[in-house]
C-alpha cells in the first residue's frame, strides 16, 4: 500500500519569509517516484519536481529547493522569500506500485494550504 | 498557458440533464485521465485512458462515461446525476501510461453544480 502524508493543513506566512512544507510517504517499492504539485486558485494543478527512489540529491529550483532524504522517507518542499504568488494549495504524491494493469496510479497527499500574507 | 485544454469551465445541470465535459491535449501523450476533487481534497481518480482504451475505472458509477475519440480527446459524458457529484472535474495527460516516471499534466479542470 501507498501512502503520502502532508501534516500541515493550512500554514500563513509573511511576505519574505521562508517556509517548509513537510511530505512524509510510504512504499514497500525500492523504485518509485515522488512529485510536488502546485494548485492555484483557479484550480489547475500545476507539476513542480519530480524525484526518484534512487536520487537524493538535493534540487534548487529559484526560490524553490527540495530535500529528499529516503532514511526518514521525507521529501519536503521549501520555499525562500515566498510572495503572494505562493499562495496556493500545494500537493505531494507518490508514484510506486503498478496496479494489476500496470499503469500508473498517483497516490496523493491531502495537501497543505499556504497563504502568504502581504 | 495550460497545455491541457478543459470545456467548459463552469457547469450547472439539473439532475436530469445531459452534459459532457470535453478535454483535449496536444502533447502527444498516450494516457488521459479523469478526476474528481472535492473542496479542500486531494483528487481522485476516476478513469485512466492508455492508447485511447480504456484501462482503469475506479468503481465509478455508471451515471459518468467516459470516451476517448482520438488520442487528443477525452470526454466524460453525465446524465442523472446527484447534488453531491458537485465538484471540480480535471482532465490530465501523462507521457507514458505504464511509467511511474511521467508527471500529470493536468487542465483548468470543470467546476460541476448539480442542482
Known amino acids: 500500500a501507498q501512502k503520502v502524508t502532508q501534516a500541515q493543513t493550512e500554514i500563513s506566512v509573511v511576505e519574505k519569509e521562508d517556509v517548509t512544507l513537510d511530505c512524509v510517504y510510504e512504499?514497500?517499492?525500492?523504485?518509485?517516484?515522488l512529485f510536488w504539485y502546485k494548485q492555484p486558485p483557479s484550480g489547475e494543478l500545476v507539476f513542480l519536481i519530480r524525484r526518484n527512489s534512487f536520487d537524493e540529491q538535493n534540487e534548487i529550483s529559484g526560490r524553490y529547493s527540495w530535500n529528499f532524504q529516503k532514511s526518514t522517507s521525507s521529501f519536503n518542499f521549501t520555499i525562500t522569500a515566498s510572495q503572494v504568488v505562493d499562495s496556493a494549495v500545494y500537493f505531494c504524491?507518490?508514484?510506486?506500485?503498478?496496479?494489476?494493469?500496470?499503469?500508473?496510479?498517483?497516490?496523493f497527499g491531502t495537501g497543505t494550504k499556504l497563504q502568504v500574507i502581504p | 498557458d495550460t497545455e491541457v485544454t478543459q470545456t467548459p469551465k463552469h457547469l450547472v445541470m439539473g439532475m436530469t440533464n445531459k452534459k459532457s465535459l470535453k478535454c483535449e491535449q496536444h502533447?502527444?501523450?498516450?494516457?488521459m485521465y479523469w478526476y474528481k476533487q472535492k473542496a479542500k481534497k486531494p483528487p481522485e481518480l476516476m478513469f485512466v485512458y492508455s492508447y485511447e482504451k480504456l484501462s482503469i475505472n475506479e468503481s465509478v458509477p455508471s451515471r459518468f462515461s467516459p470516451e476517448c475519440p482520438n488520442s487528443s480527446l477525452l470526454n466524460l459524458h453525465l446524465h442523472a446525476l446527484q447534488p453531491e457529484d458537485s465538484a471540480l472535474y480535471l482532465c490530465a495527460s501523462s507521457q507514458d501510461p505504464g511509467g511511474k516516471n511521467s508527471p500529470l499534466h493536468f487542465g483548468n479542470g470543470t467546476r460541476l453544480t448539480v442542482t
Open positions: 502533447m502527444g501523450h498516450r494516457a
Open positions: 504524491a507518490l508514484s510506486a506500485n503498478m496496479n494489476s494493469g500496470g499503469y500508473q496510479k498517483v497516490t
Open positions: 512504499t514497500r517499492d525500492t523504485t518509485y517516484y
